[in-house]
T-cell receptor, first 115, second 112 residues
Framework: EAQVTQNPRYLITVTGKKLTVTCSQN?????MSWYRQDPGLGLRQIYY???????DKGDVPEGYKVSRKEKRNFPLILESPSPNQTSLYFC??????????????FGEGSRLTVL | GEDVEQSLFLSVREGDSSVINCTYT??????LYWYKQEPGAGLQLLTY?????DMKQDQRLTVLLNKKDKHLSLRIADTQTGDSAIYFC????????????FGTGTKLQVIP
């Protein structure tokens, strides 16, 4: 089954304790992206990756890091989480190329609370 | 940067039609999308329209695009309680990495 898998789904942590949210896709997609969803603000892009070893900042990258060492995986790293990073996080992927509608495939979300 | 705006909330009675509206600022959009988010789940593509089209119909869904006013709408005919969800409008730009910008989402509540 084609899917994007995120872990953990729920996490409560404390300020300053490094954490990683993993994301894996099995569709051989080149493009992967992280979003955060906050009430009244919709989805905002944190980082994206066009392919292996090719990552770039989205609209709200401060406080986050990513890496893309393998095509299927795109982890989101919070080196020193702060309460303003409490949010619902989504990983998404899509294929590239001209014969595509650009549909994004989303994971089920990771709800992070930073105390 | 690009901006996509939606109203936050819509309430309709079961069986009525729902119309969710969206405005965007990017005049070079290639595709415009409607995604649906059910409670506790990720977003799923509901439908999309290419920027050179004015309308697209898919069963109970009708998408209207007014490029001049940069206005996109989603009409759901015969709305059911299972349609209760958050609906996100999104647009893809024509730039090199085809950035997709999402709106704030409209929460549709269907009253039985």
């Amino acid at each position: 089954e084609a899917q994007v898998t995120q872990n953990p789904r729920y996490l409560i942590t404390v300020t300053g304790k490094k954490l990683t949210v993993t994301c894996s896709q099995n569709m051989n997609h080149e493009y992967m992206s992280w979003y955060r969803q906050d009430p009244g603000l919709g989805l905002r892009q944190i980082y994206y990756s066009m392919n292996v070893e090719a990552t770039d900042k989205g609209d709200v990258p401060e406080g986050y890091k990513v890496s893309r060492k393998e095509k299927r995986n795109f982890p989101l790293i919070l080196e020193s989480p702060s309460p303003n990073q409490t949010s619902l996080y989504f990983c998404a992927s899509r294929g590239q190329g001209i014969v595509t509608s650009g549909e994004l495939f989303f994971g089920e979300g990771s709800r992070l609370t930073v105390l | 940067g690009e901006d996509v705006e939606q109203s936050l909330f819509l309430s309709v009675r079961e069986g009525d039609s729902s119309v969710i509206n969206c405005t965007y600022t990017d005049s070079s959009s290639t595709y415009l999308y409607w995604y649906k988010q059910e409670p506790g789940a990720g977003l799923q593509l509901l439908t999309y329209i290419f920027s050179n089209m004015d309308m697209k119909q898919d069963q109970r869904l009708t998408v209207l695009l007014n490029k001049k006013d940069k206005h996109l709408s989603l009409r759901i005919a015969d709305t059911q309680t299972g349609d209760s969800a958050i609906y996100f409008c999104a647009e893809m730009d024509s730039g090199g990495y085809q950035k997709v910008t999402f709106g704030t989402g409209t929460k549709l509540q269907v009253i039985p």
